[in-house]
Protein backbone atom coordinates (compact mmCIF):
# COMPACT_ATOMS: atom_id res chain seq x y z
CA UNK A 1 0.00 0.00 0.00
CA UNK A 2 2.72 2.23 1.15
CA UNK A 3 4.57 1.19 -2.22
CA UNK A 4 1.75 2.32 -4.07
CA UNK A 5 1.20 5.84 -2.31
CA UNK A 6 4.82 6.40 -3.29
CA UNK A 7 3.70 5.79 -7.22
CA UNK A 8 1.13 8.07 -7.22
CA UNK A 9 2.79 11.05 -5.74
CA UNK A 10 5.62 10.26 -8.30
CA UNK A 11 3.02 10.24 -10.96
CA UNK A 12 1.29 13.47 -9.73
CA UNK A 13 4.10 15.37 -9.17
CA UNK A 14 5.50 15.27 -12.63
CA UNK A 15 2.52 15.99 -14.19
CA UNK A 16 2.26 19.20 -12.07
CA UNK A 17 6.00 19.54 -13.74
CA UNK A 18 5.49 18.87 -17.26
CA UNK A 19 7.43 21.47 -19.90
CA UNK A 20 7.17 20.39 -23.31
CA UNK A 21 10.20 18.58 -24.87
CA UNK A 22 12.06 20.44 -27.11
CA UNK A 23 13.74 19.12 -30.56
CA UNK A 24 16.74 20.84 -30.95
CA UNK A 25 19.02 20.87 -34.02
CA UNK A 26 22.20 18.99 -34.15
CA UNK A 27 23.59 22.15 -34.27
CA UNK A 28 24.18 23.85 -30.64
CA UNK A 29 21.69 26.34 -30.37
CA UNK A 30 21.76 29.46 -27.78
CA UNK A 31 18.96 31.73 -27.68
CA UNK A 32 19.40 34.71 -25.58
CA UNK A 33 16.95 35.41 -22.84
CA UNK A 34 16.92 38.66 -24.32
CA UNK A 35 15.81 37.88 -27.98
CA UNK A 36 12.90 39.12 -29.48
CA UNK A 37 10.34 37.15 -31.94
CA UNK A 38 7.83 37.48 -34.85
CA UNK A 39 4.87 35.55 -35.40
CA UNK A 40 4.92 34.86 -39.14
CA UNK A 41 2.29 32.06 -39.17
CA UNK A 42 -0.37 31.26 -36.62
CA UNK A 43 -2.44 28.96 -37.96
CA UNK A 44 -5.87 28.26 -35.43
CA UNK A 45 -7.83 24.61 -36.25
CA UNK A 46 -11.37 25.13 -34.24
CA UNK A 47 -12.98 21.85 -33.70
CA UNK A 48 -16.49 21.46 -32.36
CA UNK A 49 -18.96 24.04 -33.77
CA UNK A 50 -21.84 25.83 -32.26
CA UNK A 51 -23.29 28.72 -33.47
CA UNK A 52 -23.76 29.80 -29.87
CA UNK A 53 -20.27 30.43 -29.64
CA UNK A 54 -16.88 32.17 -31.34
CA UNK A 55 -16.83 32.16 -35.24
CA UNK A 56 -13.57 30.50 -35.96
CA UNK A 57 -12.24 33.79 -37.41
CA UNK A 58 -12.76 35.70 -34.00
CA UNK A 59 -11.23 32.80 -32.19
CA UNK A 60 -8.28 33.25 -34.25
CA UNK A 61 -7.87 36.67 -33.85
CA UNK A 62 -8.71 36.70 -29.98
CA UNK A 63 -5.67 33.72 -29.74
CA UNK A 64 -3.29 36.05 -31.90
CA UNK A 65 -3.97 39.04 -30.11
CA UNK A 66 -3.36 37.57 -26.59
CA UNK A 67 -0.34 35.91 -28.03
CA UNK A 68 1.46 39.35 -29.25
CA UNK A 69 0.00 41.06 -26.05
CA UNK A 70 1.59 38.81 -23.60
CA UNK A 71 5.29 39.14 -25.97
CA UNK A 72 5.26 42.68 -25.71
CA UNK A 73 4.61 42.99 -22.03
CA UNK A 74 7.14 39.91 -21.52
CA UNK A 75 9.26 42.87 -23.94
CA UNK A 76 10.12 39.72 -26.43
CA UNK A 77 7.94 41.19 -29.24
CA UNK A 78 9.94 42.91 -32.30
CA UNK A 79 8.72 46.29 -33.54
CA UNK A 80 9.12 44.12 -37.19
CA UNK A 81 9.79 41.47 -38.90
CA UNK A 82 13.05 43.20 -40.21
CA UNK A 83 13.99 43.50 -36.43
CA UNK A 84 13.12 40.32 -35.12
CA UNK A 85 15.72 37.74 -33.89
CA UNK A 86 13.23 34.49 -34.68
CA UNK A 87 10.25 33.76 -36.41
CA UNK A 88 7.86 32.19 -35.01
CA UNK A 89 5.54 29.60 -36.95
CA UNK A 90 2.53 28.29 -34.21
CA UNK A 91 0.26 26.01 -35.20
CA UNK A 92 -3.02 26.01 -32.57
CA UNK A 93 -6.26 23.15 -32.13
CA UNK A 94 -8.30 24.25 -30.21
CA UNK A 95 -11.30 22.34 -29.16
CA UNK A 96 -14.39 22.30 -28.22
CA UNK A 97 -16.57 20.00 -25.24
CA UNK A 98 -20.04 20.66 -25.86
CA UNK A 99 -22.25 18.09 -24.03
CA UNK A 100 -25.06 16.68 -26.65
CA UNK A 101 -27.01 13.82 -24.83
CA UNK A 102 -29.05 13.37 -28.12
CA UNK A 103 -32.61 14.22 -25.93
CA UNK A 104 -31.56 11.90 -22.58
CA UNK A 105 -32.23 12.96 -19.12
CA UNK A 106 -29.42 16.01 -19.28
CA UNK A 107 -31.74 17.67 -21.52
CA UNK A 108 -34.74 18.06 -19.35
CA UNK A 109 -32.03 19.95 -16.98
CA UNK A 110 -29.91 22.11 -20.10
CA UNK A 111 -30.38 22.12 -23.73
CA UNK A 112 -28.02 19.99 -25.60
CA UNK A 113 -25.09 22.17 -27.05
CA UNK A 114 -25.42 24.93 -24.71
CA UNK A 115 -22.60 24.55 -22.56
CA UNK A 116 -18.91 24.99 -23.32
CA UNK A 117 -17.50 22.52 -21.08
CA UNK A 118 -14.43 22.47 -21.33
CA UNK A 119 -11.37 23.00 -24.32
CA UNK A 120 -8.42 21.07 -25.69
CA UNK A 121 -5.44 23.30 -26.45
CA UNK A 122 -2.83 22.14 -28.58
CA UNK A 123 -0.13 23.34 -30.20
CA UNK A 124 2.92 23.45 -31.92
CA UNK A 125 5.76 26.41 -32.25
CA UNK A 126 8.35 26.42 -34.72
CA UNK A 127 11.49 29.01 -33.83
CA UNK A 128 12.91 30.06 -37.42
CA UNK A 129 16.33 32.31 -38.16
CA UNK A 130 17.62 32.96 -41.45
CA UNK A 131 14.86 30.80 -43.14
CA UNK A 132 16.02 27.58 -41.03
CA UNK A 133 14.01 25.75 -38.32
CA UNK A 134 16.31 26.37 -34.93
CA UNK A 135 13.79 24.27 -33.32
CA UNK A 136 10.18 23.15 -32.40
CA UNK A 137 8.09 21.99 -29.29
CA UNK A 138 4.82 20.84 -28.94
CA UNK A 139 1.84 20.56 -25.82
CA UNK A 140 -1.58 19.17 -25.59
CA UNK A 141 -3.67 20.21 -22.24
CA UNK A 142 -6.86 18.46 -22.54
CA UNK A 143 -10.07 18.91 -20.47
CA UNK A 144 -8.99 22.60 -19.68
CA UNK A 145 -11.89 24.39 -17.52
CA UNK A 146 -11.76 27.97 -16.00
CA UNK A 147 -9.16 28.41 -13.43
CA UNK A 148 -7.57 30.90 -10.97
CA UNK A 149 -9.55 33.73 -9.60
CA UNK A 150 -11.17 34.82 -12.50
CA UNK A 151 -11.79 31.52 -13.41
CA UNK A 152 -14.26 31.05 -10.37
CA UNK A 153 -16.14 34.13 -12.00
CA UNK A 154 -16.51 32.12 -15.12
CA UNK A 155 -17.73 28.60 -13.53
CA UNK A 156 -20.27 30.52 -11.36
CA UNK A 157 -21.33 32.48 -14.89
CA UNK A 158 -21.74 28.71 -16.25
CA UNK A 159 -23.74 27.46 -13.21
CA UNK A 160 -25.99 30.51 -13.93
CA UNK A 161 -26.18 29.72 -17.60
CA UNK A 162 -26.77 25.93 -16.44
CA UNK A 163 -29.75 26.93 -14.02
CA UNK A 164 -31.09 29.67 -16.29
CA UNK A 165 -30.84 26.99 -19.34
CA UNK A 166 -29.48 30.06 -20.94
CA UNK A 167 -25.39 28.33 -21.66
CA UNK A 168 -21.97 29.65 -20.89
CA UNK A 169 -21.13 31.38 -24.44
CA UNK A 170 -19.72 33.96 -22.33
CA UNK A 171 -16.49 31.55 -21.27
CA UNK A 172 -14.99 31.31 -24.20
CA UNK A 173 -13.79 34.64 -24.24
CA UNK A 174 -11.91 34.21 -20.88
CA UNK A 175 -10.18 31.20 -23.08
CA UNK A 176 -9.03 32.78 -26.17
CA UNK A 177 -7.74 35.24 -23.32
CA UNK A 178 -5.59 32.99 -21.14
CA UNK A 179 -4.37 29.98 -23.45
CA UNK A 180 -1.43 32.16 -25.23
CA UNK A 181 0.14 32.33 -21.99
CA UNK A 182 1.02 28.41 -22.05
CA UNK A 183 2.39 29.26 -25.02
CA UNK A 184 4.92 32.22 -24.20
CA UNK A 185 5.30 30.36 -20.75
CA UNK A 186 6.97 28.04 -22.83
CA UNK A 187 9.37 30.28 -25.30
CA UNK A 188 10.67 31.80 -22.33
CA UNK A 189 11.53 28.83 -20.94
CA UNK A 190 13.84 27.52 -24.12
CA UNK A 191 16.79 26.51 -22.95
CA UNK A 192 20.06 28.44 -23.80
CA UNK A 193 23.06 26.25 -24.28
Same mark, same amino acid.
Given at each position: MRAFAV??? @?? *?????????? =? =?????????????? =?? *????? @??? @???NERFLPDDKVRQQLGVDLVDRLLSAKRYAPSKDKADYLLDVSIVYTRHIPDSKGGLSTLIVDDNTILASVDFSYQVKVKKAGSEV?????????? @?PAGVMGEAQK??????? *???????????? =????????????? *???PSR
Open positions: FLA @VC *LLAGCASKPD =Y =YISPAPVTIPKTAT =YW *LDTFD @VEV @VGKLHFAKTRENL @VWKTMGGI *LTNSGNSSVERF =YTGVLSRDIVDDL *LDI
